[in-house]
């Protein structure tokens, strides 16, 4: 009768769900999701190339031991999905996409090795504006399903980046140099341990790389990356 009354729309694509959705999203739009497909690289979870070096392997530096990603970006659905987390903060849109990021496959050490999730900091005023950080709101939404810990404060944005939509690979790395720093207070608990970073996407995957090396710098021995989005290399895009 509620329902009848107030139907509820989805958060992606503002469609009236259907009484099997439960979440936010509807079912519909979780069809429509285009997920990375199988067989992934074991390392960077990019679908495996059928010739020639791993484009996802290439963005990695050594001591980041495996990425996962949910789908492909950008793309109406999840990009609508993303929005949805980034900028309306749904806490129950965080909880359907962890729920989704919990069941990715990882090699057997991340699983027995990762001892925590540190979500990829935003810079304060933007935190401020918005109230919230999407890929905190991620990380705790996470937690639980891994059984880790968030550590939150580790890492803190002390330069703001700007929007990085429209910059090249070279410059988004220039761009995120220097932005982070890692709390000198948590260097004991960092030392020697394996930590995901998480973040809504990966794109070139400058700004996860700005983070692991300064994780890396502070003490911490490897890194993982989970994100709901990736964006598509020019190798796939060919494909
Ligand atoms: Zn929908
Ligand atoms: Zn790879």
């Not at 009354?5 to 959705?21: V, Y």
């Not at 939509?165 to 341990?193: C, M, Q, S, W, Y």
């Not at 394996?194 to 700004?207: K, P």
């Amino acid at each position: 009768m509620l329902q009848f009354i107030f139907p509820r729309a989805c958060a992606a694509c503002d469609g009236a769900m259907d009484d099997a959705d439960h979440g936010m999203v509807c079912g519909r739009c979780w069809a429509r999701v285009p997920r990375l497909r199988h067989p992934q690289c074991a390392r960077c979870g990019h679908p495996t190339p059928a010739r020639g070096s791993c484009p996802g392997c290439a963005l990695l530096p050594p001591y980041v031991r495996a990425a996962r990603s949910y789908c492909w970006v950008p793309d109406e659905t999840s990009s609508a999905i993303i929005s949805a987390l980034k900028y309306e903060g749904w806490p129950g849109v965080a909880a359907e996409l962890a729920q989704r990021l919990a069941r990715l496959s990882w090699p057997e050490d991340v699983l027995r090795e990762r001892a925590a999730v540190v979500p990829v900091p935003l810079a304060p005023t933007k935190a401020r504006a918005r109230g919230f950080n999407q890929a905190e709101r991620l990380a705790s939404a996470l937690a639980p399903h891994w059984a880790v810990p968030v550590w939150s404060d580790v890492l803190r944005r002390v330069r703001a980046t700007g929007t990085q939509t429209r910059l090249t690979p070279g410059e988004r790395l220039a761009n995120v140099h220097g932005a982070f720093i890692a709390d000198a207070e948590f260097a004991p608990k960092l030392r020697g341990r394996h930590v995901i970073l998480v973040d809504d996407v990966l794109t070139t995957g400058a700004t996860l790389n700005a983070c692991a090396s300064v994780l890396f710098a502070a003490g911490a021995r490897t890194m993982s990356y989970v994100t709901f989005g990736r964006a598509r290399s020019t190798h796939d895009i060919q494909r």
